[in-house]
């Protein structure tokens, strides 16, 4: 089963699938999406993300963006999948109506998994349900409805992820701050590598970025921007042809040894043995 909202002039796509690894090349766009991916089986689902294994427990999700590449060759059940792009909805324009709604997408380096407690699953499969029915319903105001469902969707997802992902001592501005940096990381890696730049624009001192990463998480901002750099090297090694060069230059790095360095402290291997040692198919 598979549905689709597509607006041509816009560019836009809203899409659901009950099979994504089946459906999903057959969508009008099948690129630069953010995906809402959702085991409704009685069993474990493996997907790989960026080439790590990631598993899915029954009535679990998690949230991908166009930033990371997915893979289902090794997922051999069903899995339901929402797609749309910015076009669509945007998430930086409902971050305000929807608090801290970003979390779930750009908010974290790690991947968000959302399990869906025993006494909410009836509310999700009702929702599932109801984006079913506008589906089939076709009419001016259908782009409009399925706006105001997936809106529904993703404040039902973001106070399970506060509930299970943000540590309680943090608030509501705080977590803001958190999921602004990684925003802002994501933006502006390939040219602003420290972290007092960061804090700069986000009107706050280093060492109250480094304190209230210090209570989220393990990583500091430092590292977490580290990571990221080297994350975005190990895609273009991985899912592109261009050569080391190239990449490090892509990077913003003015010379190809001090990339090569940069990635063997960061990932233990250089790059060129990095890709020798991670021979992933495009």
Not at 47 to 53: E, K
Not at 180 to 199: G, I, M, P, T, W
Not at 218 to 226: C, G, H, V, Y
Request: hydrophobic share 35%; net charge negative; proline share 3%.
């Amino acid at each position: 089963m598979k549905f689709e909202f597509y607006d041509g002039k816009l560019g836009s796509i809203f899409g659901l699938s009950d099979d994504i690894k089946k459906d999903g090349r057959s969508f009008s766009i099948t690129s630069g999406t953010i995906n809402f991916l959702w085991n409704r089986n009685s069993e474990n689902i493996e997907i790989l993300i960026d080439g790590f294994p990631v598993v899915l427990g029954p009535n679990q999700l998690t949230t991908t963006t166009y930033l990371q590449h997915i893979s289902f060759e090794n997922t051999t059940l069903p899995l339901t999948a929402f797609l749309f792009n910015r076009e669509f909805y945007c998430i930086a324009d409902h971050d305000a109506e929807v608090s801290c709604n970003g979390i779930l997408f750009f908010g974290t380096q790690d991947l968000p998994i959302i399990t869906i407690p025993k006494d909410q699953e009836r509310k999700f499969n009702t929702l599932y349900e109801i984006f079913q029915d506008e589906f089939s319903t076709s009419d001016k105001i259908q782009g409009d409805m399925l706006q105001m469902l997936l809106k529904r969707l993703i404040i039902m997802a973001t106070r399970l992820a506060k509930e299970q992902l943000i540590i309680k001592k943090l608030d509501n501005d705080q977590i803001d701050v958190i999921r602004k940096f990684n925003v802002l990381v994501d933006e502006h890696y390939r040219s602003k590598r420290k972290v007092s730049e960061y804090a700069e624009l986000l009107f706050k001192s280093p060492k109250t970025l480094s304190n209230l990463f210090s209570i989220y998480n393990q990583k500091s901002p430092q590292q977490i921007i580290l990571d990221r750099v080297a994350l975005e090297a190990k895609r273009l090694i991985n899912y592109t042809d261009k050569q080391n060069q190239e990449i490090a230059y892509e990077l913003g790095f003015n010379d190809p040894a001090h990339f090569s360095r940069f990635f063997k402290k960061v990932t233990s291997l250089s790059p060129t043995e990095y890709r020798e040692t991670h021979n992933i198919l495009h």
